[in-house]
């Protein structure tokens, strides 16, 4: 039978082995392995989108104004970043502020995939758009191009072209299924523009080489331009709309 010194130092015993048993951890407190950017950085990323649709409309309504024979009726937007353009220098450093956005919102629509592959491939082609716009190949002037021919940057600038509108559609395709109806819809509706208007603008492009007149080249593009930035535009606030990840609302309750 035990003494009770031995029950004394038994009790002692278990009260020492209390204080020094780590605490557990509330599992709703636990860090989830699975866990995305948190909301508000996120956020900010995807108004990067916004921002970068307002900003190119934006260029593409203040720089013209810097180039006295510049008409954005009859010419294309990258005659104003042409070599020898006046407008090149402003137009680059804005151009470098607009790809950072982009490149920005990539990350915040990357960030919103949570389990859903299609958005990811969204993020991705969104990235590469700007990734490609920092090395983008300027064209030469009319007047050069008519005069000497087109040089290897000429070329260059319209595989580009190409491949960001390439890279424009595969977002755009992936962005619809990712999304709701009405989403689907309005895409389906974004890229019967761009298809039409973008061939409107090709067919003057054997004309621009030539110096020749384009009356409505200018209006095409815009079209096309005004069309994408506001695809962007509405995807961002589609995800800025979308109701919270639950691992992520998990782990802050």
């Excluded at 137009?91 to 950072?100: D, G, Q, S």
Aim: glycine letters at 8%; a positive charge.
């Amino acid at each position: 039978m035990a003494t009770k010194a031995e029950v004394w130092r038994s009790d002692e015993q278990r009260t020492r082995d209390k204080a020094h048993a780590p605490r557990a951890v509330p599992e709703s407190s636990a860090p989830s392995a699975t866990a995305a950017i948190p909301s508000s950085p996120r956020r900010v990323l995807l108004l990067c989108g916004i921002a970068s649709s307002l900003l190119y409309v934006t260029m593409n309504v203040f720089v013209p104004m810097r180039w006295g024979g510049y008409n954005s009726a009859s010419q294309t937007v990258s005659e104003l970043s042409a070599v020898g353009a006046p407008t090149r220098p402003l137009w680059v450093v804005l151009a470098l502020a607009y790809t950072v956005l982009v490149a920005a919102f990539g990350l915040g629509v990357w960030a919103s995939a949570r389990r859903s592959p299609a958005l990811r491939v969204v993020g991705a082609s969104m990235i590469a758009t700007a990734v490609i716009g920092l090395a983008w190949p300027p064209m030469h002037q009319r007047e050069a191009l008519a005069a000497a021919g087109g040089t290897l940057t000429d070329t260059l600038h319209l595989v580009w072209s190409a491949m960001w509108g390439l890279l424009a559609l595969l977002a755009m395709g992936f962005g619809a299924t990712a999304l709701g109806r009405r989403f689907r819809l309005f895409t389906a509706i974004t890229v019967l523009i761009l298809v039409g208007f973008g061939t409107l603008t090709g067919l003057d492009g054997p004309r621009i080489a030539a110096n020749l007149p384009t009356p409505w080249v200018g209006v095409w593009e815009r079209v096309n331009i005004g069309a994408y930035m506001l695809w962007i535009a509405v995807l961002a606030a589609a995800l800025l709309r979308a109701p919270p990840d639950p691992s992520q609302h998990g782990a802050r309750t």
